[in-house]
């Protein structure tokens, strides 16, 4: 067995292992989107609440042609340039109903306030929530509020959950990739994760970047009419952990590789500066107005022309190709010519993005 091999079946033993958790205390790198989460996740809540809704582990549940998600969002700070948390919060749900093919109907919101919290902030923040919620065409029908003594939170956490109709032709799942497939990100990534870490000022590094927060129901509506039915695999947002985090999910759950071009990754050069000088890979910064798609080679041109065709698709380019082996792997194949692994982080350098 080559060296190589022996590497690849050591990975593939330590995947077949039981998720463990170790720790006897939840760390920050537990919700951070990189493997700690997903052992939490799938040694704790999936062995809890399992059922097959759930097991997929997707950005929200498909069931009698509706589709329905929940996210929570505590991000640091609560404003910073091109968002806040309140538009961060309802893009993020209509997103993670736009990435199962749903149409959003509705969202709830609820509120933990900390005691002290100004109410002139607060009232940006639902401010800023109705415009999102506006320009999305989802209206906030029902939510909650609850307030905690000074101390016990971070100003104002907020959670939505959304649902929206399924089109029974629109079957989205990452198991569907197939080797050849094209994987298409829809414009450049990691600026929503930098400029949030920029924007807390400890680092004294300036850029002139924004969020990419956008809500991507309307992006995600064109693409599927430009292809034809089965022809889009599936749909991802790379939040958490990041463009990296998403392709190893769909690489694991097809049971293919993903082989990726580190040429063809749009990146900014203000956001490829700022991730050299924090020392982090911007392939693991997160976006919260960019989508992975993975469709049928056929349907690429048809596919990047769509997206491409609307103001949040501009910037979208074919990055990769889904491949037979290694199967579950992400690799990239470097500008200097080499080929190397695209692993998930046990947490993420960028805490609280979202």
């Known amino acids: 067995m080559s060296g190589e091999e022996q590497v690849l079946e050591r990975i593939e033993r330590v995947r077949r292992r039981k998720p463990r958790v170790r720790e006897e205390l939840v760390t920050l790198a537990h919700g951070a989107g990189g493997k700690a989460t997903r052992t939490l996740i799938e040694a704790v809540f999936l062995e809890a ?51 199962c093919g749903a149409r959003p109907s ?17 009232r940006r923040v639902t401010a800023s929530m109705a415009r999102a919620a506006r320009d999305a065409g989802v209206p906030i029908v029902t939510g909650d509020t609850k307030v905690v003594q000074r101390g016990k939170a971070d100003g104002c956490y907020i959670t939505t959950a959304g649902v929206g109709t399924v089109d029974p032709a629109v079957r989205l799942r990452a198991s569907a990739a197939r080797p050849g497939d094209a994987v298409i990100v ?21 850029a002139d970047l924004a969020s990419d927060t956008a809500p991507l129901a309307g992006l995600v509506a064109c693409l599927l009419d430009a292809c034809r039915q089965g022809e889009v695999r599936c749909l991802r947002d790379p939040t958490r952990g990041g463009v990296a985090t998403v392709l190893n999910e769909i690489a694991g759950a097809s ?19 700022a991730c050299e000088l924090l020392g982090i890979d911007p392939l693991y910064v997160a976006c919260e107005g960019r989508m992975i798609a993975v469709v049928d080679p056929g349907a690429a041109p048809a596919a990047l022309d769509a997206l491409r065709a609307h103001p949040l698709g501009a910037g979208a380019a074919v990055i990769g190709r889904i491949a ?16 190397r692994i695209v692993d998930v982080l046990v947490g993420d350098p960028l805490p609280r993005i979202c």
Do not use: C, K, W
Not at 327 to 332: A, C, D, Q, T
């Open 49 to 99: 609440f399992s059922n097959p809704l759930l097991a997929p582990l997707a950005d929200g549940a498909v069931a009698d042609g509706l589709a329905f998600t929940t996210d929570s969002y505590v991000v640091t700070p609560l404003f910073f340039p091109g968002g806040d948390i309140g538009d961060l919060a309802v893009n993020g749900t209509v997103n993670d109903l736009a990435m």
């Open 106 to 122: 509705y969202l709830s919101a609820a509120f933990v306030l900390e005691e002290g919290f100004p109410v002139e902030d607060l």
């Open 186 to 206: 829809s414009g450049p990534i990691g600026e929503h994760g930098v400029t949030v870490m920029l924007a807390r000022g400890e680092l004294d590094i300036e």
């Open 255 to 273: 049971e293919a590789a993903v082989v990726l071009d580190e040429d063809a990754v749009p990146v900014r050069p203000a956001v490829r500066g």
């Open 324 to 339: 037979q082996d290694p199967p579950g792997l992400v690799l990239l194949r470097t500008s200097f010519g080499g080929t």
